[in-house]
């Protein structure tokens, strides 16, 4: 599979130290964090809290452990502040992953997220957007979409827990309302599956739109726990929902098999947001890049 170096692996810092819950990870410096990954065979990865903003630094240092920068999260705020504080601090974190040679910037829209909140019960609150919230979102897209065409970039959609476009239904309507031209769709197995979704479905049915994919495994047993729980998403994280492909629930066999036979091109990203004094971020990185190898050839 994958045949003529048309894919790329590439790993998140989020399993060596977390950016959402900063006792997670807390002591890990950025320097382990990516000697490790590239220790653990891979040759990319996104950016975290930690990272240097120095692109001269920043390079210096993955160079020196030949790994790239394959992209990084922005949060929109297009449905809930005005649209030119987002534009202004997209620009500036466009401009910075340009000049590190990111060709895909990661966007997902925050506003009224519960992602980030501690105590609130993920499948009871999460937003659910009016219509014009909507109308929003695709208009602010579209701006995003063409301001990272004039850097010769896309943005990719990151559906997520605890968000207005988490579910099968909010992913096909922003699909529907949005121009292909300028916004692409990021696929997460582990955000699906967790979501109780049909991730198959989402991804046989957009992958035309998919340029960009994070491989993220889970613990059903925790899943069903946070549901029945009435857990928040931060919690679930802390007590172990996702995982790296090959230790929880997915059979990444079939996606990489429909990713390939439909040439995908781009970044693989492993992302499995854990407690590293539980899921050593180093042996689970291992664990990720032997299962990948295994199955899908790269």
């Not at 292909?180 to 739109?209: A, Q, W």
């Not at 729980?229 to 929902?241: D, E, M, P, T």
């Amino acid at each position: 599979m994958f045949e003529g170096n048309q894919v790329k692996l590439a790993i998140a810092p989020i399993g060596w130290t977390n950016d959402d819950i900063p006792e997670l990870g807390g002591e890990v410096t950025f320097e382990q964090c990516i000697s490790e990954m590239a220790l653990a065979g891979f040759s990319g990865c996104e950016v975290g809290n930690k990272y240097p903003r120095n692109p001269n630094v920043l390079q210096k240092a993955l160079s020196l452990r030949n790994l790239e920068i394959a992209s990084a999260w922005f949060s929109a705020f297009l449905t809930s502040k005005p649209f030119e504080e987002t534009i202004k601090a997209f620009i500036k974190h466009r401009d910075f992953l340009h000049e590190m040679g990111a060709k895909v910037i990661v966007v997902s829209e925050q506003g009224n997220s519960i992602q980030g909140q501690m105590e609130t019960a993920l499948f009871d609150h999460k937003p659910v957007f009016t219509e014009g919230e909507w109308k929003l979102l695709v208009e602010g897209l579209h701006l995003l979409g063409d301001l990272a065409a004039e850097k010769g970039m896309v943005i990719v959609y990151h559906h997520h827990m605890g968000t207005g476009v988490q579910t099968t239904e909010e992913i096909d309507h922003l699909m529907a309302e949005t121009d292909p031209k300028k916004v692409s769709l990021l696929y997460d197995t582990g955000h699906l599956v967790f979501s109780g979704e049909d991730h198959l479905h989402i991804l046989n049915k957009h992958m035309c739109r998919i340029h960009h994919v994070h491989l993220k495994d889970v613990r059903i047993d925790v899943a069903n726990k946070a549901r029945e729980g009435k857990w928040s998403f931060l919690q679930a994280v802390k007590k172990g929902v996702f995982t790296v492909p090959g230790d929880g629930v997915i059979d990444f066999k079939t996606v990489f098999e429909v990713l390939d036979v439909a040439g995908y091109k781009g970044w693989f990203v492993v992302e499995a947001e854990q407690d590293p004094a539980l899921a050593n971020p180093f042996e689970y990185a291992l664990k990720a890049r032997d299962y990948i190898r295994e199955t899908s050839g790269i």
